[in-house]
């Protein structure tokens, strides 16, 4: 069986990704909870809805972190998760500008 190339391991940025899947994933599921929150239905008018936006982002986080290891470099989960955080928000505050 060959040996990888250090190039070819996803391993060596595991404490990078991990950082970056905590930070800027929690800022994702924040973004992504927000936009239901205050733009779904009822907007913030319904008490069990808060409950449930609350509950949701643990929900959505830890997919996201999850799935922070499977990029093949920490820079790259980096860049990916930052432009999904700036479309995210860039949406929130386009609805919230038309409201």
């Given at each position: 069986m060959?040996?990888l190339?250090?190039?070819d391991?996803?391993q060596?940025h595991w404490?990078?990704?991990t950082?970056?899947?905590?930070?800027?994933g929690l800022?994702?599921?924040?973004?992504i909870?927000?936009?239901f929150?205050?733009?779904?239905?009822?907007?913030?008018?319904?008490?069990t809805?808060?409950?449930f936006n609350?509950?949701?982002?643990?929900a959505?986080w830890?997919?996201?972190l999850s799935?922070?290891?499977?990029?093949k470099?920490?820079?790259?989960?980096?860049i990916?998760l930052?432009m999904?955080?700036?479309c995210v928000?860039?949406?929130?505050?386009s609805?919230w500008?038309?409201?």
């Amino acid at each position: 069986m060959a040996q990888l190339l250090p190039q070819d391991k996803i391993q060596p940025h595991w404490w990078r990704k991990t950082f970056i899947g905590i930070f800027m994933g929690l800022l994702l599921s924040y973004g992504i909870i927000a936009l239901f929150a205050w733009f779904g239905p009822d907007g913030l008018t319904t008490n069990t809805k808060v409950q449930f936006n609350m509950w949701m982002i643990s929900a959505i986080w830890l997919p996201i972190l999850s799935l922070c290891y499977l990029f093949k470099t920490a820079r790259s989960a980096f860049i990916c998760l930052l432009m999904a955080n700036g479309c995210v928000y860039l949406l929130f505050a386009s609805l919230w500008w038309l409201q």
